[in-house]
């Protein structure tokens, strides 16, 4: 049994030696091969975010096929998804099992599971470390395969729902120094036209929420229009009123029909925040421990054919700040019996990620899985700049 370091180069040339659909099978040899490791898989959340599909390490030759769907809420992987930290305990056999997380820049892509019969702290590490790897080998593959996407799926996917989940980005989460931040949506039967995005420069953090009017194909079609009219402007350098000028001039143009959202252009390093709020519910922001509501101007919504120029706000955030941006879905008839502020400061303490579970759970539940519109959340944490690394001299 080989114990040493993992060599990430090797496990790394192996993945791309590999079809893009055996990323699993390259980190379960290198395990069996270091550890002995046995009953390798990987878990995915599902597209809900409240079940665990397992995809089991294929044997030399054989072809790996997911198993049933596990539920989420009060299992192992719910805490480990949660903490964020590696879970071993004896599986009855004289082995140890082994879960750890598989996360990319905050980004928690589900678990890696494997059985142990000797498990000390260096082997320990050294499966975080493999599993670390894996997070980073799944985000690279799962551009040239359908496997990660298909797994993940646990309800048949409508023409609308497709749409929609493509407009998202890759990674409902984020971190960095200055921010965390995370999102979620829960689709309503009737697709309502729902998105978020974000991306991040060297200097800026831009977010956006939308909500196109309708539901199934025609708001699907008309979130597509509005997303890609508002990432070529986000790309062509605008600012949000150019950013939303352009989506409202696309969405005239082409005769689609409304939007509300809320585009934010963030300065990492002061924090200074310029928006534009298209007829959109106010965010809702924690400071200091006391929930208030961000009483933005509204304007019209996008593709509204009157004449109104757009005005750019600003917003000032603070170190130790959470800003909660959300579409009318987290508030309109069933989900409006969740108390929404007493829930926000609730789970003031958690990660963004685990923030946003528990509000769209609570959603959930209180429309008993059937929304009649989309319900969407995005939780920053603004952390401020980071501070910079004096210059040292050393006396000799």
């Not at 659909?21 to 270091?34: C, F, I, P």
């Not at 977010?207 to 708001?219: C, K, P, R, V």
């Not at 939303?244 to 200074?272: F, M, N, P, V, Y």
Request: glycine share 8%.
């Amino acid at each position: 049994m080989d114990g040493g370091d993992l060599e990430l180069g090797e496990v790394l040339a192996a993945a791309e030696a590999a079809p893009p659909g055996e990323s699993v099978d390259v980190v379960a040899r290198n395990l069996q091969k270091r550890f002995g490791a046995e009953h390798v898989s990987f878990l995915f959340l599902d597209l809900i975010g409240q079940k665990m599909v397992r995809l089991v390490a294929a044997a030399e030759g054989d072809v790996a096929e997911p198993a049933e769907p596990i539920e989420l809420q009060g299992s192992v992987y719910d805490t480990v998804l949660r903490t964020q930290r590696q879970h071993v305990e004896p599986d009855g056999e004289g082995e140890q099992r082994v879960i750890t997380p598989v996360s990319n820049r905050g980004d928690c892509l589900g678990v890696l599971e494997v059985t142990l019969q000797h498990a000390d702290d260096t082997v320990l590490r050294q499966v975080r470390e493999a599993a670390h790897a894996l997070a980073y080998i799944i985000v690279t593959d799962r551009r040239f395969t359908d496997l990660y996407h298909l797994t993940r799926r646990t309800t048949r996917a409508s023409l609308a729902a497709e749409i929609q989940h493509q407009l998202l980005p890759t990674a409902s989460s984020c971190e960095a120094a200055q921010f965390t931040l995370a999102a979620g949506l829960i689709p309503a039967d009737d697709i309502g036209g729902d998105t978020y995005d974000y991306t991040l420069d060297r200097d800026t953090l831009h977010l956006s929420i939308t909500d196109a009017m309708g539901h199934d194909t025609e708001s699907a079609l008309l979130a597509t229009l509005l997303v890609g009219a508002l990432r070529g402007a986000r790309r062509s350098g605008c600012d949000p009123v150019a950013q939303a000028r352009q989506a409202h001039e696309a969405l005239l143009k082409h005769s689609r029909g409304l939007a509300t959202g809320q585009l934010l252009c963030i300065d990492l390093a002061t924090g200074a925040c310029r928006l534009v709020n298209a007829g959109h519910p106010w965010p809702l922001r924690v400071r200091d421990g006391d929930v208030e509501e961000v009483r933005l101007a509204v304007n019209l919504p996008f593709g509204v054919p009157a004449p109104m120029p757009y005005r750019e706000q600003e917003l000032n955030l603070r170190a130790g700040d959470r800003l909660i941006l959300l579409t009318d879905g987290m508030q309109e008839r069933a989900a409006s019996a969740v108390d929404l502020r007493g829930l926000v400061r609730e789970t003031r303490a958690l990660h963004p990620r685990e923030a946003v579970r528990t509000l769209t759970a609570e959603v959930w539940e209180a429309c008993r899985g059937d929304l009649t519109d989309d319900a969407t959340v995005l939780v920053l944490d603004w952390h401020g700049a980071p501070r910079p690394v004096p210059d040292t001299v050393s006396a000799r």
